[in-house]
């Protein structure tokens, strides 16, 4: 067993594969989640369970989130109930959530109060990243900081870039959501002319997604849109909660980001329609439902 306890709290779609690759690296791992039951398979796996969030971080070196909206990073840090107040100095706090950069270095700022460390760290690499530990996670906070965790992420990421102080982990996310959104349309109008073209839909990827359109969306999600599998590998809701951050982030840097605001317009349409739960690549269905 590693020396550092962890505390992680949030074991979604992706939380709970990260939470796999620590407790394969031999890592003592305490998880809270609201709902025990998606915490189960990983107490069969040898996570320790948490009644609450401080009983989570009490005894944690390190404490990982990674949960659904701003205002739930919020509430588990800031709250009565959260992480702020059953910390201790000396520990170590790292935020995966995709969340806005003003409230990282809010993280941080606290943090430093107290004498605790942040990281804000998000990732991209969406369910078949978080299974196969090939994520790649964009990371904002002291270098030195950075530098010490690097073992750690490295369990469960690939590709881990150091973007600069607080909330430049952030930054850098809205650049990769901002790039996917673009990306899913791409993805989407190509899948949707190749059928009305009488093209086989699968047939077209072979060639297209080996070639200059080659993208992650298109080589990973469009087989699962010709299959009509919607399920989950990021969340339509989430997907829309990243787009209003980095267009939040747009509007406060002025720069006006037409393509964005258009993606942002479609996926709210899907949420509107009920579509929040499944994944992005349901974009689909704007064009042949």
Known sequence: MRDEKIAFIGTGVMGASIVKHLLHASYEVTVYTRTKSKA??????GAHWAETIGEAVKEADMIFTMIGMPTDVEEVYFSEHGIFA???????VVDMTTSSPELAISIAQKAETLGMQSLDAPVSGGDIGAKNGTLSIMCGGEKELFDRLLPILSEFGKQIIYQGNAGAGQHAKMCNQITVAGNMIGAC???AYAMKSGLDPDTMLQSVASGAASSWNLSTLGPRIIKEDY???FYVKHFVKDLNIALHEAE?????LPGLKLARKMYQELLDRG?????TQVLIKQYID
């Not at 189960?40 to 796996?45: A, I, K, R, S, V």
């Not at 579509?275 to 994944?279: A, D, V």
């Open 40 to 45: 189960d398979p990983l107490l069969e796996l």
């Open 86 to 92: 059953n910390s201790r100095p000396s520990q170590i």
């Open 189 to 191: 109008e190509a899948l």
């Open 231 to 233: 399920e989950p590998g």
């Open 252 to 256: 406060r840097l002025e720069v006006d």
């Open 275 to 279: 579509y929040g739960e499944n994944g």
